[in-house]
């Protein structure tokens, strides 16, 4: 019965495991060198760089075996803000002509010029390249691998007070258990269903709707903090005194290939970033 | 005298979860089940047989996706079928019901499946009062108890009594006595054996507990990935201890017992049900060789 | 044997804003003996939990004295060498397990402990090489069977290589293949010198302990071997508790007919039994 299975078609992030190069990388110099890429992206004003960046990302795509459909898909719920933004940016940004902006077309006061052409396209590359960096990155590194490296990066700020071990924790506990309740909420509802309870198909207000729902909360509610309070008692048995003196299993080792790959980014970072007009 | 008619009638009936998507699992194939008025039947199976898919499927919360499941002439393949009418009259008890209580006071709770059924509040008060003491709890003393103050034991008595309280025609249980300690679990035996000749419900048990089957279950469908391995009355399917095995159960153990006797070359009965009977087998065989 | 686990005049109440709770334990006096099989029984509501919890110091006694290996659970300081040495397996086998793959959980106790990575490795291999779960190693815990959950969960208390390993209920949500997959690690663990403490409502794996407590409303009723406690069939039923299933036979046989021996526990014992009873010739 479709109206109890939609938990199942839960999906977290988009890992698509592989053999790629990409796949291979540590962890950490992906997230590193994505977010540098990321920075570089957003402040560069050049859109031969911003072009280029395309290229090679749409490479990259292509190499660590990742089908460019996936990609497309993801644009696909958001065509609507691009066109918008695109226009907008197309009309409202005529900028002066001291900084050598002229009129390529004009309807009342409305003006397009070549500035606010230049940026219109800058924005459209920009956010497809972000697009592509964020599938990337997502699609060729699995959660586990992010929420290790991200602890590892975080590491060196743990002097300064930042609890980089708990927090990756967290979230790594976060993300196991949100499939044990959406189980848990998939079991509460058919158990309030056999009681007469409908949760039907939109057929009912907002408000009607939530109160359907409201029988599920205290049980959901309930089991959540039973869970988190075994999951703290099974820790505390197995010794876990929070991070300090803390040895860790998962290791990441760099080998050449991520230095390598990390320079290489960090030099293209910064051509972004310089790279003159246009 | 006419045969009794059957209850539930399920034939052929298929079912996978997440059909069409690449994680689509097989979870019932070409599965056929009985159940007349008034008997109660007990399904047994490793885990992963579709013991729960099926129960799933008999109280009419899963659309079957081929084949028949009849309820009482009512055919849930039939589109047009309004489950949740079917969800009125075959009442399915989930394992550890207890998760599910929601209501502050135990007399609300008990009190949400007829209010759902939209019956006036004297009748909804009669029925909360009715099947409060068919579990074994005072009326007076339980109704305004919290419910999150009961013991593990009350809990569950309260969830059945809610199940009770919709008057269904069949009950389904899904591990009724998982979890319960040796007294939880002889008054809930107590309780559905009661049930059953008061108020003649019909009812289908899934259980691991071999001994539970053979106190209540008139007959047994084992199930195995989906599908029916054998069935028969209870006596039979216990006396048959390697088949039983070979599906990864095992035999309960007074049969076992009997069996190990018989195979050493002794004349008793392959199987018994009950300690009793067990005794009763064992207590011949010394009569038969004059020992006594 | 020496006492490993000490329990002196033991009582436990918890302690609310309102004041405190009705006493859940009283005065439990009771030396777990290094290398023994111990089962504690008691129906649910008994305090079975709360003594599992108080043996590796999760819980402090409201009085009375605790001490593990000469270690006094209500000193903090020796809170880490006693759950080191007292390792508790729980009865819900989906919240016990952390990380995202089976061997990173069976690292987590070492990790806290500060052992170095190499260690560590011959560790997780031998926990999880015991449990037999070493070809799943990579696995992540959901795709699981529950019997597999919880023994991934017991090599996580292994890898940690502790004196005593307290099972609370841990085999109640298991299925019957399950439960018999445990209990047979258990009884390997025992015998490789392992204490282990079964609390369990679940009278038949009680049989094979070198030893029984039986706990009734927070107080220590009966102690002794399974065929001491097994044959005061009235007094466990007055507790909310049964016989196992063959020794309830093997009474009821011994009730029918004096000549068949009183207090046998398992199958074999009783067919022997009966065999002998049926075919002995008279002289």
New interface residues.
């Given amino acids: 019965m479709d109206e109890f299975e939609f938990f199942g078609n839960l999906s977290l992030g988009q890992y698509l495991p592989g053999t790629s190069i990409i796949h291979k990388l540590d962890a950490r110099v992906k997230l590193a060198g994505a977010t540098l890429l990321l920075v570089a992206l957003v402040i560069s004003t050049s859109l031969a760089a911003t072009l280029f960046a395309m290229i090679i990302l749409l490479c990259l795509t292509r190499l660590a075996s990742v089908p460019l459909r996936n990609t497309v898909r993801s644009l696909r719920p958001i065509w609507p803000f691009i066109i918008l933004m695109v226009v907008f940016q197309l009309l409202a940004f005529p900028g002066s002509p001291a900084d050598n902006c002229y009129t390529l077309w004009q309807w009342e006061t409305v003006r397009l010029t070549n500035c606010s052409l230049h940026l219109a396209v800058l924005s459209l590359l920009r956010l497809v390249d972000l697009v592509l960096l964020i599938n990337l990155l997502s699609l060729t590194t699995s959660l586990n691998e992010i929420i290790h490296g991200v602890e590892h990066l975080l590491r060196p700020l743990g002097r300064l007070g930042l609890p980089a071990h708990e927090l990756a924790l967290i979230v790594g506990l976060s993300l196991q258990f949100v499939p044990l309740l959406a189980e848990e909420a998939e079991r509460l509802m058919k158990a309030q269903a056999a009681r007469g309870a409908d949760f039907g198909r939109g057929r009912w207000g907002l408000v009607q709707r939530i109160r359907r729902m409201l029988p599920l909360l205290i049980p959901l509610f309930v089991n959540s903090l039973e869970r988190s309070e075994d999951l703290a008692v099974a820790m505390e048995s197995r010794c876990y005194l929070g991070s300090r003196g803390r040895t860790h299993w998962v290791q990441l080792q760099g080998r050449p290939r991520d230095y390598v790959v990390l320079f290489l980014l960090i030099v293209f970072s910064v051509i972004l970033i310089v790279a003159p007009l246009p | 005298m006419s045969q009794p008619q059957p209850f539930i009638t399920v034939r052929s009936l298929s079912y996978c979860y997440l059909r069409g998507t690449p994680l689509e699992t097989p979870a019932l194939r070409d599965l056929s089940l009985d159940v007349t008025q008034g008997e109660i039947v007990g399904l047994m199976g490793p885990t992963g047989c579709g013991k729960s898919t099926l129960l799933q499927h008999l109280c009419g919360l899963i659309h079957p996706q081929a084949g028949h499941v009849w309820i009482n002439g009512v055919d849930l393949a039939d589109p047009s079928t309004d489950l949740r009418l079917i969800r009125r009259r075959v009442g399915l008890v989930f394992q550890s019901p207890e998760a599910q209580l929601f209501e502050r006071y135990v007399g609300d709770d008990v009190a949400f499946g007829p209010r759902n059924l939209g019956l006036d509040r004297p009748i909804v008060r009669q029925r909360v009062k009715d099947s409060l003491e068919a579990v074994g709890l005072d009326f007076a003393v339980f109704k305004d108890r919290l419910t999150l103050t009961l013991s593990g034991g009350e809990k569950r008595r309260v969830a059945l009594a809610g199940i009770l309280a919709m008057e269904p025609e069949a009950l389904l249980l899904d591990e009724p006595t998982a979890g319960l300690d040796p007294r939880g679990r002889e008054d809930l035996l107590n309780i559905l054996r009661q049930w059953q000749t008061e108020r003649h419900l019909s009812m289908v048990i899934s259980s691991h507990n071999m001994d539970d089957l053979a106190y209540l279950a008139d007959r047994i469908y084992v199930l195995y990935k989906g599908q029916n391995a054998f069935d028969g009355t209870a006596r039979a399917v216990f006396a048959q201890p390697m088949r039983l095995q070979e599906l990864g159960l095992e035999a309960p153990a007074m049969t076992a017992l009997l069996a190990t006797l018989a195979d050493s070359g002794l004349p008793v009965p392959r199987q018994a049900l009950s300690v009793n009977e067990a005794a009763d087998a064992i207590e011949s065989l010394w009569r038969a060789h004059g020992r006594i | 044997m020496s006492t490993l686990i000490q329990l002196r005049d033991v009582s436990f109440a918890y302690t609310f804003h309102s004041g405190p709770s009705a006493p859940v334990l009283q005065n439990i006096t009771l030396a777990i003996q290094r290398g023994e099989y111990l089962a504690i029984l008691g129906?649910?509501?008994s305090g079975k939990s709360t003594l599992a919890?108080l043996l590796?110091g999760?819980l402090k006694p409201s009085a009375g004295q605790i001490v593990v290996d000469g270690l006094d659970t209500s000193h903090p300081v020796n809170l880490?060498d006693i759950?080191?040495r007292v390792?508790?397996v729980?009865q819900?086998p989906?919240?016990?397990l952390?990380?995202?793959?089976v061997?990173?959980d069976v690292?987590?106790?070492?990790?806290?402990?500060?052992?170095?990575?190499d260690e560590?490795e011959k560790r997780?291999h031998s926990a999880l090489t015991a449990v037999g779960m070493w070809e799943h190693r990579q696995r992540p815990?959901?795709m699981l069977?529950?019997g597999q959950k919880q023994r991934v969960?017991i090599a996580?208390?292994l890898s940690?290589q502790p004196l005593c390993v307290v099972m609370d209920e841990a085999t109640?949500?298991l299925?019957?293949?399950?439960r018999r997959e445990v209990l047979h690690i258990m009884q390997e663990l025992n015998r490789g010198g392992t204490t282990v403490v079964a609390i369990t409502?679940h009278?038949?794996e009680a049989v094979h302990a070198d030893r029984i407590v039986v706990l009734d409303h927070g107080t220590l009723a009966l102690e002794g071997p399974p065929r001491q406690v097994f044959a005061q069939p009235d007094q466990l039923?007055a507790m909310?508790?049964?016989l196992p299933?063959?020794a309830?036979?093997a009474q009821?046989?011994h009730r029918?007919?004096a000549?068949f021996p009183a207090g046998l526990l398992t199958?074999?014992e009783?067919?022997d039994a009966?065999?002998h009873?049926?075919?002995?010739r008279v002289t």
Avoid: C, K, W, Y
């Fill in positions: 129906r649910n509501g919890r590796n999760l880490r759950r080191q390792g508790l729980f819900r989906d919240n016990q952390i990380a995202s793959t061997e990173e690292a987590f106790g070492p990790e806290n402990l500060g052992i170095a990575r560590m997780v815990p959901h069977s529950a969960a996580g208390i940690m109640s949500m299925d019957p293949a399950g409502h009278m038949a039923r909310g508790l049964d299933p063959f309830a036979l009821e046989l029918r007919q000549a199958l074999s009783i067919v009966a065999r009873l049926a075919l002995e």
